[in-house]
């Protein structure tokens, strides 16, 4: 949870760098999360409250990817692959996927003195 949590602080930090770890926990959280309010949605009867989550995630969905593709030694404008169908987005999975790279423009490897 804390790695959502970091996310949604650095909610329009399009700089830096984000671990595999790091992005994935924001994905898997942000999820059950989505999950959580589809399943209230249901039995309400309308899709307001899934719809509201994601409006208010986009934006630290777009700038977490963005640290992690910095990470991957891409820039953030990758994210735009997934306008082509189907091989974008497989693309842009490979891509935040791949282990973190040394050093590079956008910073220090995150990865550095921690374990994983």
Do not use: C
Not at 21 to 38: A, D, N, R, V
Not at 48 to 67: D, G, N, Q
Request: net charge negative; charged share 15%.
């Amino acid at each position: 949870m804390d790695y959502f949590i970091e996310a949604l602080k650095k909610y329009a930090e399009f700089t830096g760098r984000a671990s595999r770890t790091q992005y994935w926990m924001f994905i898997l959280f942000y999820l059950l999360i989505y999950i959580g309010f589809s399943v209230l949605d249901a039995f309400i009867g309308q899709e307001i409250l899934s719809i509201l989550y994601s409006l208010a995630l986009l934006l630290p969905s777009i700038s977490v990817a963005t640290r992690r593709l910095h990470d991957t030694g891409r820039s953030g404008w990758w994210q735009l692959i997934v306008l082509i169908p189907i091989i974008g987005l497989i693309i842009l999975i490979v891509f935040l996927v791949q282990d973190s790279h040394e050093d590079n423009e956008y910073g220090e490897n995150p990865k550095v003195g921690k374990l994983g």
